[in-house]
């Protein structure tokens, strides 16, 4: 296969990894699920961070996340998490040229009009992460409706599953849209953290030689020395500034300045720029910082525009 040509998986490679340990928490929620939020998010957080959250009075930046899912209203919110909705919401705040083109939304793929869909698309649901497919040919069309996810698709909560308030507001569905691709193969995801429209820090996420790996880095693009030990490895090499860096800013602190905190994920080539979600809720709040320190770094740059009581 051509390098052109080349077929990739839609999970990153090593994001989600099934080890005993995760089985062992998916047990613990299911034994959990009963449970009021707040201490359901409560037992959540100690088991998988190994410390209380501080819920009234949140310092970290996790903590400040669990306090949003529980107090936390604001009436934009059900519309960005909608994977379809918010396209419309970012072509009003900065342009149509940096929306992702959607070729269907719905619930029934066999409603779907597969002549209207160009290939190479992505389907996926529009009110959940960590699930879809990349559809690269016909035959990759014909194994879909044969398996055929939409329906345990269309029941996935993260309401119910993280306590994530705004999922809750969401019609379930179903988007196609279309594949972003540069040099050959899917383009690399710059996860934009904006605090009131300051952009902190840039989260990337790459595709190197069929592995994954993540790292972080400042807005003058200066390697930042954390990341998260739970998720993909840590990327020791540099990654080259890229071109539309300035421009990337720009459009993550004006869809961020509507928001205390949001994180604005970015695809980029040389020559566009395209948002691929907006995220209210990073790791449902219980990602792990390595150094820990960087928890608190992160949380005292959110000034939170919600009251707890």
Request: with cysteine; proline share 8%; glycine share 6%.
């Amino acid at each position: 296969m051509s390098e052109a040509d080349r077929k990739e998986t839609f999970l990153i490679p090593g994001y989600q990894h099934r080890t005993l340990k995760e089985l062992a928490h998916h047990a613990i929620w299911r034994l959990i699920a009963p449970l009021p939020d707040r201490p359901y998010i409560a037992v959540k957080y100690r088991v998988i961070k190994g410390a209380w959250p501080d819920l009234k009075q949140p310092k970290t930046f996790t903590e400040k996340v669990q306090a949003r899912k529980l107090h936390d209203r604001n009436p934009l919110f059900p519309v960005v998490v909608d994977k379809a909705a918010m396209k419309d919401y970012v072509a009003r705040r900065v342009g149509g040229d940096y929306v992702i083109p959607s070729y269907w939304v719905g619930t029934d793929l066999m409603d779907v009009d597969w002549k209207a869909v160009e290939l190479p698309a992505v389907v996926k649901p529009t009110h959940a992460s960590a699930q879809g497919r990349f559809l690269y040919n016909a035959r990759d069309i014909d194994n879909l409706l044969t398996d055929n996810p939409a329906p345990r698709w269309l029941t996935l909560d993260h309401a119910a599953y993280n306590r994530e308030w705004a999922y809750a507001e969401v019609s379930p569905r179903i988007v196609i849209e279309q594949m972003l691709r540069t040099q050959g193969g899917i383009p690399w995801d710059y996860r934009v953290f904006t605090f009131n429209g300051v952009v902190s820090h840039i989260e990337v996420n790459m595709r190197v030689e069929g592995k994954g790996y993540a790292c972080h880095y400042s807005p003058a693009w200066e390697k930042l020395p954390f990341h998260d030990p739970d998720y993909l490895p840590l990327y020791s090499g540099e990654v080259k500034r890229p071109a539309r860096l300035e421009e990337m800013l720009r459009v993550a602190e004006t869809l961020g300045s509507d928001f205390d905190f949001v994180r604005v994920d970015l695809y980029a080539d040389d020559q566009w720029i395209k948002v691929g979600e907006l995220t209210l809720y990073p790791g449902g709040g219980f990602e792990r910082f390595d150094p820990p320190d960087y928890d608190r770094w992160l949380g005292d740059k959110w000034t939170l525009a919600f009251e707890i009581p």
